[in-house]
């Protein structure tokens, strides 16, 4: 997180690892889709099928903080699925570490793997 200069840039890299999302189910989620109650969104994924994943309190401070400094009122994020790669990518350059969505995914599946989640 130290690396991250922006809000956005914070928000995309706390719910990616948190979440398991994928990029462009990351760029397309809205207001309305996430329910901080529960810390649950709604997801519509690959081949159109439905789901509902979970985030933590941490990443749900952040998301807060991000939607009520954007005024947001249709997409979280505001940019789209190849916006979120030049963000990791320029945030990959500044760590050396290699830094794409899918990478996050992956970092989900073995944490969730370790926990003992079939």
């Not at 979440?19 to 519509?44: C, K, P, Q």
């Not at 945030?91 to 073995?110: P, V």
């Amino acid at each position: 997180m130290k690396v991250c200069d922006t809000e956005i840039q914070k928000v995309v890299v706390m719910l990616l690892p948190d979440t398991g999302l994928r990029r462009g189910e990351l760029a397309s989620i809205r207001v309305d889709d996430v329910d901080m109650d529960t810390r649950t969104i709604r997801i519509v994924g690959k081949g159109k099928k439905r789901r509902v994943v979970g985030f933590g309190d941490v990443t749900a401070s952040c998301l807060k903080s991000w939607i009520s400094m954007r005024q947001v009122s249709e997409e979280i994020l505001g940019i789209s699925a190849a916006g979120i790669s030049s963000l990791l990518v320029a945030l990959g350059k500044r760590t050396d570490i290699r830094c794409n969505a899918h990478s996050f995914r992956r970092l989900f599946a073995c944490d969730a793997i370790r926990h003992g989640v079939n």
